[in-house]
């Protein structure tokens, strides 16, 4: 039986430096009643992502700021438990950018349904949704890596970075990762076939990153920015590109991110620098999908989710992803189906 009334999130200051509990407040309201054509989904799962943090801030952007005391928008899984449309009943699993909350109305126009019977249904949050897609076009389309080339990918461990190490591989390259722990460092070798991984953290991380790049550098995914990019950047070949995916670095600056000037190196081996998101790829994301789908299915693409358990803990589960405390896609489980069978 439905609850009667659900809890939302809402965002009630714009955070100065790292989120905390004081920026989100849990707003108690009744569970919405789904119009026509429309239907009532229970949320089984939240995605949580870096690219809210920028959110937070009142500043003009590819997407429109989060507004105060709202509610927050982000990735969700979700059950259909009531329906007013003939494209789903009870029991459908869907997926689709909704408020966080425990029960969402929606247009069946705005949401995707997911086949359990593919992959797990969480997998739609992760390799096969967002980040999986924004791993294969920021470094299919960007990056273009060739057989024998040096892919560098910073937040390799992270649910994008990840991604886009084992992509590299499938495409022939080799694939250097650098992530933030001796732990995640032989996660990525071992676990994902990475050829080399460095700590960032380790004061040696300079030396080592030279060391595991004997050939230099041919494309650089970049998740983090700062003093890690600018690193990498150092070691750019003639011909180098870098897809600009992410900066967490300075996510949580409360300044402007200031740092050496590069453009010269750009000049001095003739590469390209090019930002993107996924948006830029709506047209295509059928095709990325197929791909990745594929390659999961293949046993090419392994993933790692890093799930937190219940809907009031989800601001903690957002400070985790700047505090490295994920490996892979960063969720929360919300609740568990009532009629679906998975």
Not at 155 to 160: L, P, S
Not at 305 to 326: D, H, S, Y
Request: charged content about 25%; glycine content about 10%.
């Amino acid at each position: 039986m439905t609850a009667q009334t659900h809890k939302e999130i809402h965002l009630v200051n714009r955070p100065e430096g790292m989120p905390t509990n004081d920026d989100f407040k849990f707003v108690e309201k009744n569970v919405p009643a789904p119009g026509e054509n429309e239907v009532l989904l229970k949320t089984l799962y939240l995605s949580v992502d870096p690219y809210m943090r920028g959110r937070m801030r009142d500043v003009k952007s590819y997407i429109a700021p989060f507004e105060l005391n709202k509610v927050l928008v982000g990735g969700v899984l979700a059950e259909v438990v009531e329906s007013n449309s003939d494209l789903f009943k009870k029991g459908d699993i869907v997926n689709s950018n909704l408020s966080w909350a425990e029960y969402n109305v929606a247009a069946p126009e705005k949401l995707q349904k997911v086949d359990p019977s593919q992959a797990p249904i969480t997998a739609r949050l992760s390799v096969l949704g967002l980040t999986g897609l924004t791993a294969y076009f920021g470094l299919l389309d960007i990056g273009k890596p060739q057989a024998g080339e040096t892919v560098v990918v910073s937040g390799a461990a992270g649910a994008v970075g990840s991604i886009v190490g084992q992509i590299a591989k499938i495409k022939g390259a080799r694939a250097v990762g650098i992530a933030g722990s001796d732990d995640k460092v032989d996660y990525l070798v071992n676990e994902l076939g990475f050829d080399a991984a460095v700590n960032y953290k380790k004061d040696s991380f300079e030396e080592d990153l030279i060391n595991a790049l004997p050939d230099g550098v041919d494309v650089y995914f970049d998740n983090v920015g700062g003093d890690v990019s600018d690193a990498v950047i150092n070691q750019l070949n003639r011909n180098a590109r870098v897809s600009l995916c992410g900066s967490i670095s300075s996510y949580n600056s409360p300044g402007e991110d200031v740092g050496p000037r590069m453009q010269w190196k750009f000049i001095k081996t003739s590469s390209m620098m090019k930002g993107f998101t996924l948006g830029d790829y709506a047209k295509e994301l059928p095709t990325g999908a197929a791909a990745l789908a594929e390659w999961l299915q293949e046993g090419k693409l392994k993933y790692d989710e890093t799930i937190v358990e219940g809907f009031e803990n989800t601001p903690e589960a957002f400070f985790g992803l700047f505090k490295g405390t994920n490996l892979g896609k960063q969720l929360v489980k919300v609740a568990d189906p009532e009629f679906a069978k998975l």
